[in-house]
């Protein structure tokens, strides 16, 4: 089931009357049997754009439609979705088998189809051997589990979950995403993953989308927006380590950092941030490039080094002090306070106008 958006607004109003666009004018179109990452930082509006999705907030301007259907005035029962908060509160003194049974009570299914559904729910998240177990007796991630299956037992045309892992540890966290990656494989239901976890979403994700204040800021196959970010927000927020920028300059079609040469351009002359993805640098051993600097920390874990450097600030306040981070091959050995010029790679590298537009 496709979901469509459409100039989608919520204007919250606190008591001291401000206005908070919480979503803005968002249009966007989740092409049925997908599993989409809503991604951004804290209070960018991705619990408020699900839940105008789910109809648990109405919206302030603009449409959902699931499919040709027209959701947008429907109450939370009738739009035919499954919820799953981060902590959904299962029914404790229920069995995993009534807690997965509890949705279809209301909607009057019949007892045996009722009862058949459960146990198909159970096994599709791998609980088909503890549908007699009380929640205490299962694991987080189980439990979530649990969740999922009471939130698709009612066959909803869209899943929609608000960070279903935020409260399990690393590991657990792993083996549950690829779990709900599976499941949704095998139903083929659209999906709505909300996460401020970019690593999390761009591993489950078709495509992700990267969200901002309230605004949509690039939506696409996470391995895509990833290499050809739209704008700087984006691509810092995808990547760990994350994209080094520097405070650059564009003077007769050569770019330069701190006064040394990086690369050639065929931008006008300016001022820019320029954006390189730790891997994107190469370590010249020749030491013909320009852009040297001196090594002030080396971590190596398992085939690559990270190395650490301090940029300290020029004094006319043009360039920032920053620090850097450029992941190299462990077999060249580099140790702190030795001297390495780099050459970078052109695809690991991006400019950006002061706005944090990529300039083209
Ligand atoms: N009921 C409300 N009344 C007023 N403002 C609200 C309300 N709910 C959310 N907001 C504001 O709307 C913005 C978006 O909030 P939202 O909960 O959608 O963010 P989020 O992206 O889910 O963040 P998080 O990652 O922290 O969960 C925030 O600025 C938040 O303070
Ligand atoms: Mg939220």
């Not at 019949?110 to 007699?132: H, P, W």
Request: contains cysteine.
């Amino acid at each position: 089931m496709e979901i469509k958006m459409l100039d989608l607004t919520k204007i919250f109003v606190s008591k001291d009357k401000r206005e908070v666009h919480a979503v803005d004018h968002v249009d966007l179109t989740i092409p049925s049997g997908k599993l989409i990452g809503l991604l951004g930082p804290s209070g960018c509006g991705k619990s408020t754009t699900l839940y105008l999705l789910a109809g648990l907030l109405r919206q302030t301007q603009g449409q959902i439609y699931f499919g040709e259907d027209e959701v947008s005035d429907m109450p939370p029962e009738k739009r035919g979705i499954g919820l799953v908060f981060q902590n959904y509160a299962l029914y404790p003194h229920m069995t995993v088998r009534e807690n997965i049974l509890f949705p279809l009570e209301n909607l009057k299914v019949e007892k045996e189809e009722a009862k058949k559904r459960t146990i198909e729910m159970a096994q599709l998240v791998g609980l088909g051997e503890m549908l007699d177990r009380k929640p205490k007796e299962l694991s987080g991630g189980q439990q979530q589990r649990v969740a999922i299956a009471r939130a698709l037992v009612k066959k909803p045309r869209v899943l929609l979950l608000d960070e279903p892992l935020s409260n399990l540890d690393a590991r657990l966290r792993l083996q549950t995403r690829e779990e709900i990656k599976r499941i949704q494989r095998e139903t083929k239901i659209t999906t709505v993953f909300v996460t401020h976890d970019q690593e999390e979403a761009m591993s489950i994700s078709d495509e992700i989308v990267v969200m901002k204040d309230g605004v949509i800021q690039q939506m696409g196959e996470p391995q895509h927006v990833y290499d050809h970010p739209q704008n700087l927000f984006v691509a810092q927020f995808l990547g760990t380590p994350q994209i080094n920028v520097f405070n650059g300059v564009v003077k007769n079609k050569k770019i330069y950092v701190n006064d040394m040469f990086i690369s050639k351009t065929t931008l006008e002359d300016q001022t820019v941030k320029v954006g390189v993805r730790p891997e994107g640098f190469i370590v010249d051993l020749e030491k013909k490039s320009e852009f040297k600097f001196e090594i002030d920390l080396v971590e190596t874990i398992g085939r690559d080094t990270t190395l650490i450097i301090e940029v300290p600030g020029n004094e006319g306040g043009l360039l920032d002090k920053i620090t850097f981070k450029a992941i190299v091959d462990a077999s060249l050995k580099i140790k702190a306070g030795d001297w390495v010029h780099f050459n970078i790679k052109p695809e690991k590298m991006y400019l950006f106008d002061l706005e944090g537009k990529l300039l083209k």
